[in-house]
Every structure is written in C-alpha cells, then in structure tokens.
T-cell receptor
Framework: GEDVEQSLFLSVREGDSSVINCTYT??????LYWYKQEPGAGLQLLTY?????DMKQDQRLTVLLNKKDKHLSLRIADTQTGDSAIYFC????????????FGTGTRLKVLA | NAGVMQNPRHLVRRRGQEARLRCSPM?????VYWYRQLPEEGLKFMVY????????ESGMPKERFSAEFPKEGPSILRIQQVVRGDSAAYFC??????????????FGQGTRLTVV
C-alpha cells in the first residue's frame, strides 16, 4: 500500500546544514511536499516538487528527488534555531489529489 | 485574509460526550478537507467536503464520526460518544478549487482533542 517513512529525530548545530530524508512507495505520485509544523501550530507548506523534477531550490531550502529509489530529501542550509520544528514529507495519493499521505514527521532540534 | 480558522484550539471531553470541531475556510475557498493526527503518527485523510456536499468520506471511521459543510457557516466535524482513542489533533485544510489542493491548500492550526 501507500506509505511514507521518515526518521523521527534529527539534531544539528546552529549554522550547520540539516538533511531530512523521506522514502515513499507510490511511484505514480504527482507531487511531493515538505510541511513544517511548529509547536502548537498548524502545518505550513514549505515547498513542493513535481515528480518529473530532480531538484528544486528555494533560498535556504533544497529538495532532491530520486525517483528510482523513491527517496526525497530536504536540505536546510545555515540552520537556525527558528528552524526547530517537525518536518513532514507528504505525497499526493493516486486515488485523489486531496488525499495526501503524510510521513510520521522528523523532529528537528537545532542546538545553539 | 485570516487564513483557515479552527476552534476550539484545545478541547477536553469525558468519555461518552460529544465533540464538535469547527473549521472556517479561507475567504474564497469552497473546498474543505479534514485530517487527523494520532500521537506519534502522520496526518491521515478523513473527509473532503464542498458546500452542502460530502465528496469523499473514505477516511472517516464508520461509526460516531460525521462531517458537514453547510451553505452558511463553518464546517463541523462531529464525534459522538468519544473514546480515549479519539484523542488526537484534527486539522482542517481549505482550497479554492479541488484541483488546487496540491499547491494552494492551507491548513489551520488544528484542534487538539483530549478524551479523559
């Protein structure tokens, strides 16, 4: 079935780069997304990538997509304490574009 | 534009009571989606509604859960006779068109339901 997997925790030092990884199973997904959830807040769409792209860069964020391995990663350059949050990977399910399949989320902790 | 507004932010209910969660979509959005986030899990799709219509409720539990999106007013997710397993964060999202859910959906802050 459709599933999205992420590691649960990541800890980095301020100023370093963070790389959050995600694997998915639905090879026919059209869009893949990264959402950020700060404590007590809703989900904020950070970025998304079309399945026919390999890379997308947006300021400090770089998304890499390896379709062969069904692997998605989010790199945050110059990580700041304000980047501490839970990062969710999600894909659009084949059964309907509104049915996102979310991973369990990766909790990023940035150490000062 | 105030964004997607959900209330209450936190809701505590005793087992057997009813929980009513409200979601006001962004202005101009007529498509509403509800998701549930159980502890230590990702969000799971529950239901998709347009004004006065349920389009897809394939993610809703078969019993005790219902949703509506009336012509006027917010969308309501209703849970009857709550049990401890219903404790979760319930998120609402809205989009202007179904086709734009991919890139133009906005999520609310969620309602955290605790059943004691």
């Amino acid at each position: 079935g459709e599933d999205v997997e992420q590691s649960l925790f990541l800890s980095v030092r301020e100023g370093d780069s963070s790389v959050i990884n995600c694997t998915y199973t639905d090879s026919s997904s059209t869009y893949l997304y990264w959402y950020k959830q700060e404590p007590g807040a809703g989900l904020q769409l950070l970025t998304y990538i079309f399945s026919n792209m390999d890379m997308k860069q947006d300021q400090r964020l770089t998304v890499l997509l390896n379709k062969k391995d069904k692997h998605l990663s989010l790199r945050i350059a110059d990580t700041q304490t304000g980047d501490s949050a839970i990062y969710f990977c999600a894909e659009s399910a084949t059964s309907g574009t509104y049915k996102y399949i979310f991973g369990t989320g990766t909790r990023l902790k940035v150490l000062a | 534009n105030a964004g997607v507004m959900q209330n209450p932010r936190h809701l505590v209910r005793r087992r057997g009571q009813e929980a009513r969660l409200r979601c006001s979509p962004m202005k101009g959005h007529s498509h509403v989606y509800w998701y549930r986030q159980l502890p230590e899990e990702g969000l799971k799709f529950m239901v998709y509604l347009q004004k006065e219509n349920i389009i897809d409720e394939s993610g809703m539990p078969k019993e005790r859960f219902s949703a509506e999106f009336p012509k006027e007013g917010p969308s309501i997710l209703r849970i009857q006779q709550v049990v401890r397993g219903d404790s979760a964060a319930y998120f609402c999202a809205s989009s202007p068109f179904a086709e734009r859910m991919n890139t133009e959906a906005f999520f609310g802050q969620g309602t955290r339901l605790t059943v004691v």
